[in-house]
């Protein structure tokens, strides 16, 4: 069959497979019929597409990637036509593997004016690009909220009742929150000024207001409790942070920077999310705590791409590599069956009879896991020319 009459089939078969299920990685074939998984086989050879003893998965579940503004914002200051990064963003998502995007906005700008400015023109851009039929991912709407700055609940209350809201976090820069070197540091890189040239204490900019940002965090969790939108703490460094969170009922933790927090939030019951460029790198970019450390302490539930679209599958298959001794199961999960149950994606995240039919074909080339295909509700979306395997 060719690709062009793959792409319009509504079933399809797909042989001869590495197929990693939740469970398990086994050699089989899938069948696909009118956009889902009709039935999962653990027989290798029936007729079908052949995929030649590549791996397939379910298709990646990103639930937080800043790449949609890389492609808006190309330079400081310059803001770029917003449908064409709307529609250039989706085809990085899904040329990496990622079928489900979380496209995370910032409400607030971080010190940011443009950044403050991009976000209601970046949400109606993405929801005329899907209305359009530009997108080959879906995406999916994830608004962190600065909560030091004055018009960040504004920003959000306009966006909380758009339909591909599902998922909420809080960014704290307030200068208490923290010790006074690394308050110091975080507000000299919001306001662009050298190292070295704020002591605490120190006053907050026009667009900020430091007295109102605990009210604002509240009401912010209020909203989202009232519309059942899961919501997290962004970059907790110590326990009390989590403790605070937890309280107010937070379930979830994002990107926890020190061993402290990461603890708290295992003891709160807080499931973890990491950012996948910091394992790939071995390291964090900011100097904090190695996602490697949290993995091997069993204190990583969730993977996405944070600022690189790659990553993701890059670190899946470093865990499952004799460094870490994960198997591919667990941690192809961390990219798709763990994020599907917790933002409630129940038709999606497993190669599983029912499941809507978001996969990849992975290719090992030179030991770096490559993405060949990528269907979205049985389709094919994405796919590279025949590329030369690994020796």
Not at 222 to 229: D, H, Q, V, Y
Request: net charge negative.
């Amino acid at each position: 069959m060719n690709m062009k009459a793959e792409k319009m089939s509504k079933n399809l078969i797909l042989s001869n497979g590495r197929i990693v299920t939740p469970e398990r990685e086994f050699r089989g074939a899938i069948s696909l019929s009118n956009g889902a998984i009709a039935a999962v086989d653990e027989t290798a050879t029936i007729d079908g597409t052949d995929l030649e003893g590549d791996y397939l998965l379910p298709g990646l579940i990103d639930i937080h990637t800043d790449h949609f503004e890389k492609h808006a914002i190309p330079r400081p200051g310059v803001v770029w036509n917003l449908t064409s990064a709307s529609a250039t963003h989706d085809s990085a998502m899904i040329a990496a593997g990622t079928t489900t995007v979380f496209d995370s906005l910032l409400a607030g700008g971080a010190g940011n004016a443009t950044r403050r400015d991009l976000l209601t023109h970046a949400v109606k851009a993405l929801d005329d690009a899907r209305e359009g039929q530009l997108l080959r991912a879906d995406h999916i709407l994830h608004i962190r909220c600065d909560i030091v700055e004055k018009q960040s609940i504004v920003l959000l209350e306009k966006l909380l009742d758009n339909p591909h809201l599902r998922f909420v976090t809080i960014i704290d820069d307030l200068p208490q929150r923290e010790d006074p070197a690394r308050a110091a540091s975080v507000h000299e890189k919001r306001r662009g000024l050298p190292k070295g040239s704020l002591t605490v204490p120190f006053p907050p900019t026009e667009d900020e207001d430091f007295d109102g940002a605990p009210a604002r965090r509240e009401r912010i969790i209020s909203l989202c409790k009232a519309r059942n939108i899961p919501f997290a703490n962004h970059d907790d460094t110590k326990a009390a942070h989590v403790e605070e969170a937890a309280a107010l009922g937070a379930r979830i933790s994002e990107f926890p920077l020190t061993t402290e927090a990461a603890l708290a939030a295992r003891r709160h019951g807080q499931k973890i999310i990491c950012g996948a460029p910091n394992l790939v790198r071995g390291k964090s970019h900011n100097g904090s705590i190695s996602v490697a450390e949290l993995a091997r302490a069993d204190m990583l539930d969730v993977l996405c791409s944070d600022y690189i679209p790659s990553s993701i599958l890059q670190a899946v298959f470093l865990l499952a590599s004799p460094e870490f001794g994960w198997s591919l199961s667990r941690a192809v999960a961390l990219a798709t069956s763990a994020p599907a149950e917790m933002f409630g994606l129940g038709d999606r995240g497993a190669i599983r009879a029912g499941l809507r039919a978001d996969l990849i074909r992975v290719r090992i080339i030179d030991g770096l896991p490559t993405v060949h295909t990528v269907w979205r509700n049985g389709e094919i979306v994405f796919t590279q020319r025949e590329s030369r395997r690994a020796a």
